[in-house]
């Protein structure tokens, strides 16, 4: 008896509460339109310059570049031309890599804006964009650690006030009326605004969001996922105050849970199982580092979510098994997922620690604060987080989101750079809250008030860090004045050493890396730190702008553009019948530029083999493109084959059959 009274009192508080929340909340005075219209009108600007800048400008001002790129082109232009939207093919054979998603989107694109290459990387460039400005969204909802549940953000005009109000001295907000005036905190301070720029302008995100592959489509809607996950995730939690249960009474996921379940099935469209199996992993592990594991089942209502992802990744699966049998299975399933999670695929075998090095260049220069970012999140104090409102999670979940993805791709045997890209939102999320505490800690620093300290204050690592991006600056500078000396390994564009160094950018790219690390060291030196974020920003984009994007120009003009034009060339010379060889390399480009097929064979004798034992009456001469040592090595004399063109280190020539007998 004596326990329902104290039940019965405790929820007659708990109504007292809300009640007296909503009549603050009824008497607050309204923000002008224009004072609540701004913050988002210059918001939607930086996320529009922040894509310019990443992922559209000069987007498709290059060609293809091989070997990948040109493979996915392809396949996605034969389907347009075949109408066979099931299985993929690429030079006339099955191409089992990768499942349908990225070819029906470059599809889509190629009638929309024609066959080129604005088309097949415009899908990377718009989930690149998405996923930015979803993350952006995310960060605007966060609260911080050690805030109250009852606290929320409800648009950017409340993140920009509750990020201005830390500041003000206590005379200003006891007393509205007070003289004291306290500097505003610009809205690029603000919270979204750097998780914004940290997602997009990485060179990692940069690179695979201006490439015409289906990498940033899985971490389009991987990553995507994981954040409407945790958008859900502290909905719940607005229900549950707002409805006094733990679990809604619906039977189906609340839209955030949805959305999750929706881009999973996209992300298994888009490179199979690894679409699923790695947000499970970092979902279940958070829920069970928390002990709410039950709770977040419940909540997600699974069964709900799987009959979603089955309706929507299915069908394409049943599909093209149907069509291509156990020959699918073994290439999809076994091969490129099973065998290359662990076993060697394609020799890209790699050590241990080698994402530690890709993070650390892939995610420059804000890698530098991924340790004490991880630090800041204290996660050894389990019982600290259980305690938190679910809306101030974020980075802890981040933590696990970068963690798990790090580690499952470190014990897979096969490794590629690309492996950890879905990593890149999370670290940009960690370090992004670091920021945050950083100008919130350098503004304290200015006033003469002591804030209180929280339990997971910032390291004392950080003036070493501060130190060392000043180090690794220097560092990238003097790579790129020299790096000229470890360019000449492609015998695609031999002379590209010279013409780099021949066209200045390496000494742009050096000078704006120096420039941006003394900008640093003077900032530190006048203790002005929170600025060190913006110089580092400064510098990237300026080394984009004037480095970087010169630079695709001049590798695209080295590599790749002697093959385009002699695939005009091709085209125009190839007469009826007539069959294009490849010989001593791989350069899928020429099948997307030619639309034709080309067979290609990297062994000079098997490529003399199947000349000889080949047999074509309606064509007594082969297109025969190689490097001119090539040639030589084929048995054949100048006098033996028509020169059709020669352009970088490639020649074009016309040979009789009877040459190879």
Known sequence: MRAKILNLKSQEVSVKEVIKNLSEFRNRPLAKPSKRLAPLLLSILWLCAIASVAFLWNLGNIGLVDETEPLFAEAARQMTVTGDFITPYFNGETRFDKPPLIYWLMAVAYRTLGVN????????????????????????????????????VTDLTDVRKKE?????????????????KTPRLPLFFSTPWIGAALIALNPQTIAWGRTGVSDMLLVGCMCSALLAFFLGYTLEEQREQAEFSTVSASRFPNKWYLTFYVLIALAILAKGPVGIVVPGLIVGSFGLYLGNFRQLWREMRPVSGILIILAIALPWYIL???????TYIDSFFGYHNFQRFTGVVNKHSAPWYFYFFVVLVGFAPWSIYLPVAIARTRFWQRSYWRRQPRSAQLSLFALFWFGCIFGFFTIAVTKLPSYVLPLIPAAAILVTLLWRDIIAGNESDNRRIKLEKKSNSLPRGLLATY?????FLLIIAGATFYCYNWLGDDPAMPNFPQAIQQSGLLIVGGTIWITTAVAIALLLWKRQQRWILVANLIGLVAFIIFGLTPAYKVVDINRQLPLRQLAQVAVQQKLPGEEFIMVGFWKPSLVFYTQEPVTYYRAVTKAIDYIKESKNPTSPSILLLGYPEKFVQLGLQPNQYQLLES????????VPRQAFR
């Open 164 to 180: 201005e109000v830390r500041w003000k001295p206590e005379e200003e907000t006891e007393n509205n009326n007070s003289k004291l």
């Open 647 to 654: 352009r970088g280190a490639y020649q074009l020539a016309r």
């Open 320 to 326: 093209v098994i149907l069509a291509n049998g156990q």
């Open 467 to 471: 130190i060392f991006n000043v180090v």
């Open 117 to 152: 290459e604005w088309a097949v990387r415009l899908p990377s460039a718009l989930c690149a964009i998405g996923l930015t400005c979803l993350g952006f969204y995310t960060l605007s909802k966060s609260k911080e650690e050690g805030s109250s549940a009852t606290d929320s």
